[in-house]
């Protein structure tokens, strides 16, 4: 059973930081991709961030130069460093990761942590 744990979430004030962090555990064979997509309220989710096996990013325009993302293949896990958030960037965020398992290959899901942005 593959599980994806989030941690780091939480409120900030307009300007600030928050570094979110997510884990994949049990029978893995390999990560394809690991990455972030977020969902503000009466939206539909969106993909933030994420990172390949070979370390290619991909950014949402709105988070290009403030956010950065990266694997650590060894540990399984995957980090959103986020700078200069703003309130628009208040959202539920998911880590997701396309994971090769026992099942076979397919998505798996974090249960999301809130990031609010206000003063």
């Known amino acids: 059973q593959v599980q994806l744990l989030e941690s780091g979430g939480g409120l900030v004030q307009p300007g600030g930081s928050l570094r979110l962090s997510c884990a994949a555990s049990g029978s893995i064979f390999d990560i394809s991709e690991m990455g972030w997509y977020r969902q503000a309220p009466g939206m539909r989710r969106e993909l933030v961030a994420d990172?390949?096996?070979?370390?290619?990013?991909w950014y949402l325009d709105s988070v290009k130069g403030r956010f950065t993302v990266s694997r650590d293949i060894i540990k399984n896990t995957v980090t959103l460093q986020m700078n200069d958030l703003n309130p628009e960037d208040t959202a539920i965020y998911y880590c997701y990761g396309l994971i090769t398992s026992d099942n076979g290959k397919r998505d798996y899901w974090g249960q999301g942590t809130q990031v609010t942005v206000s003063s």
């Open positions: 990172v390949t096996g070979n370390d290619k990013t």
